[in-house]
C-alpha cells in the first residue's frame, strides 16, 4: 500500500475538512453569535445555546457541511493522483462520522441531524468527480 496514494490523502483530507467546517463554523458564530455567557467548553451550555439558534443558522451551517466536504474530496482526490474514489470515501466516511459525535453530544432538530449525517459522502464524492482523471 502506498502511503502517497492512501494515507496522505485521507489525513490531509480529513484534516482540511474539519478545519474548512471549524472556519465555517466561526464565521457563523459572527452572523449568528451565540448568548452571553455560553461556555464553548461545556456541552450543557452549548445545548441550551442551540436551542435559541435560529433556523436559517443552521441552515448556513449545512451549507458549511457541503462546501467543507466537497473540497475535501477534491483534495483527497488530488493528492491521491486522482485515480481512485478510495481516499475521497474514507473522508467522508470520517466527516460524517464526526458528524455523528455532534449529533449525539449536542442536541439539534431531528431535521437538521438527519441532513447532516447524509451531506458528507455526496458531497466527498462530488468532489472526486470534479477533479478525477477521466479515461478517454
Excluded: C
Excluded at 481512485?84 to 442536541?107: C, F, K, Q
Amino acid at each position: 500500500m502506498q502511503i502517497t496514494k492512501y494515507v496522505l490523502p485521507v489525513v490531509v483530507g480529513a484534516m482540511s475538512g474539519m478545519i474548512l467546517i471549524t472556519l465555517g463554523e466561526m464565521a457563523i458564530h459572527h452572523m449568528y453569535p451565540l448568548p452571553p455567557g455560553t461556555d464553548l467548553y461545556d456541552a450543557d451550555s452549548l445545548a441550551k445555546a442551540m436551542k435559541q439558534m435560529p433556523e436559517s443558522a443552521l441552515l448556513f451551517l449545512l451549507v458549511n457541511y457541503v462546501i467543507s466536504s466537497f473540497l475535501a474530496g477534491i483534495i483527497a482526490t488530488l493528492i491521491s493522483g486522482r485515480v481512485t474514489l478510495r481516499p475521497a470515501l474514507v473522508v467522508g466516511i470520517v466527516l460524517t462520522l464526526a458528524g455523528l459525535y455532534n449529533v449525539i453530544v449536542l442536541p439539534h432538530p431531528m431535521w437538521f441531524s438527519i441532513l447532516n449525517l447524509l451531506v458528507y459522502l455526496p458531497f466527498v464524492y462530488l468532489g472526486y468527480l470534479a477533479v478525477r482523471k477521466k479515461s478517454l
